[in-house]
C-alpha cells in the first residue's frame, strides 16, 4: 500500500523528449528499453509515450514484462531477452513476442513450444562479443547458428535478428567497443554463411546511440537515457529527468547541540538546530549507503541527511531555518531547480542510477505528468 506522504512522479513529457532525442540521433528504429517496469517509471506508460515519440520497439528482460505490456494494450513490436531452457514459451509466442536465444538448448527449447502450437518463434540470436554474460561464445556459434538454419527451413523459428550487449555503458571510444563490433560483424558474417538472413542486428546502448553512429546498424536499444540521465558523465546531451521524488514532512523539532541523531548516533549536531522527519527510507529505494553525504531540497534550499537512513525515514539538518510539517521535501528530480538529481544520490552510495530508480519501491506512489497532446487526445 503507497504511503500519503510520498510520490514519484513521472514526467512523461521528458521520456517523449529523450525518445525524439535518441530518435534524432540515428536513422536506425529505436528500441525503448523498459524492463524492471520502466526502470521503476512504470512500464506501459514509459512504453506508450516512448512509442508515440519515436520508437517502434520495446525490449524487456522477460517473457512476464513483456504480457505485461501486452495486457496493457501495447501492440509493438517487443524483444524479451533472458530466459530459462525450460521455460514454456507458449503464451509468448502467442502474443507474437520476440525472443532472444543465448544457446542451442534456448533455441530448441523455444522451437519446441513453437512445434506444439503449430506456430513460428521469432528469435534473436545473441552473440557474447565481450560482456562475457549472456549469449553465445565464439566457439558456440557456428553450431547455435547452423541449427537455427535447419530449424528456420524446418518453419518452427525465423531469425528476425543478430544482436549483443556493449562491455562499456559510459564512454564511447573505449577500447573494447571496437574489438567488439569487429566481433559482432564476424559473427553476423558467420550466421549469413550459414543461410541466416536477420533483418536486424543491433548493439547499441544508450552512450552509443548518442555518440557513436557506426554501433547503430538497424536497431539502437536507449535504455537510462530515456529516463534522462546523461550516459556519458563528461558530455551532456540534453537529456531531461523524468522522475522526482517527493515527500512531506511529518514531524519538526528542535534539538540542542550535540544531539546524536539516527541509529548509532553517526551524525552528532554541531549547534541547536531544526531537525525534520521524512517518511521515506531504503524500503522505498533510498541507499543507505548514502548516509552522511545525500541532500535533499526543501523550499528551494538544499539541506543534508543527518545520520542513518533507516528502513522507513531520514532526517534532514535544517539548522536554524525553519519549516512545518506537510512542508514538501524534493527528494530527487531534474535538477533545474537546484535539487538534487539521481545521479548525485547514485554517486553518494557509490552506485549507479539504474539502482536507485529501481529502487524506488511499491510503497511510493506514482503520478503522471502527461504529454500534452496524448493528454488532449484522451479527452476526445
Sequence with gaps: MATPHARAVVDLEAIAHNTALFAGRTTAQVMAVVKADGFGHGAVRVATTALASGATWLGVTTTAEALHLRAGGVSAPILSWMHSPDEDFGEALLAEIDLSVSSSDHL???????????????????ADTGLHRNGARPEEWRELVELAAALETAGYVRVRGVWSHLVNGTDPAAGTLRAQIRLFDESVAVARGAGLRPEVRHVANSVATLAAPDTHYEIVRPGIGLYGV?????????????????????????????SGVSYEHDYVTKRDSTLALVPLGYADGLPWAAAGRAEVSIAGRRYPVAGRIAMDQFVVDLGDDTARAGDEVVVFGPGTEGEPTVAEWAGWAGTVPHEILTGVGPRVARHYAEVPAVEEASRA
Excluded: C, N, Q, Y
Design 230 to 258: 546523461e550516459p556519458d558523465p563528461l558530455r551532456v546531451f540534453g537529456l531531461r529527468g523524468a522522475m522526482t521524488l517527493r515527500a512531506r514532512l511529518i514531524l519538526v523539532k528542535r534539538v540542542p547541540a550535540g
Design 108 to 126: 530448441r527449447a523455444v522451437a519446441a513450444s513453437a512445434a506444439r502450437l503449430g506456430t513460428t518463434a521469432a528469435v534473436h540470436l545473441k
